[in-house]
């Protein structure tokens, strides 16, 4: 499947970019209505194969194999089922994430950037505001939490989880991977412009 090759690649690559240390972070891919791959619990994200993917139905049940998925799949079904459009979702713990949701209170909102126009916006002029959650193992506290949030926020793109990484999607996988670098190149930008100002 090309989609799933390409998202091998991506995850390989993002690894190597140390977003991905020991065996953190995880990907999802939408198949069509009612089945999504997604990366296995425990799974070194720098060895990956697409063998290695639990496939899952929308309520998190395994349809093919013994594979354990994500501890996080919950998260990924409920911006499936909150965000229509969305057909990849991809989580890295990479240091400007990590960083900047321990700095951050509740949200980041990011301003002027021409960057901006990775997410849909039109002008620089315009604003993206990435909410930030505090982590939890309960992931069902965390999927209520979240969906209730995009439920009032339609056009939110991503999310923080304080002290843990970042979630974002895209309607396939090469957009999911631009939204993700240019929130990167954000954050590091806006945790540089802490640091000059004293902040």
Not at 3 to 23: H, M, S
Not at 74 to 93: E, G, N, R, W
Not at 102 to 129: C, M, P, Q, W
């Amino acid at each position: 499947m090309e989609a799933l090759r390409e998202l091998v690649e991506v995850i390989r690559d993002l690894y190597l970019r140390g977003w991905l240390p020991a065996t953190s972070g995880n990907f999802s891919l939408r198949m069509d209505e009612d089945s999504v791959f997604i990366t296995p619990s425990g799974k070194h994200k720098g060895k990956l194969t697409e063998r290695d993917f639990a496939l899952v139905d929308l309520e998190g049940n395994l349809k093919d194999g013994q594979k354990k998925p994500s501890a996080e799949t919950l998260l990924h079904l409920t911006i499936y089922s909150m965000v229509p459009s969305a057909k990849c979702v991809m989580h890295v713990h990479s240091p400007n994430a990590t960083v900047i949701s321990r700095l951050a209170n509740d949200k980041i909102s990011l301003k002027g950037y021409e960057l901006l126009k990775a997410f849909g916006l039109d002008t620089h002029e315009g604003e993206v505001v990435i909410p930030i959650f505090e982590n939890s193992q309960d992931m069902s506290f965390l999927a209520k939490k979240l969906k209730d949030y995009l439920f009032e926020h339609h056009d939110t793109v991503g999310f923080l989880l304080k002290s843990h990484g970042v979630y974002i999607w895209g309607e396939q996988v090469s957009q999911a991977l631009m939204k993700l670098e240019a929130l990167e190149f954000l954050f590091e930008c806006e945790l540089k412009l802490a640091i000059i100002s004293g902040k």
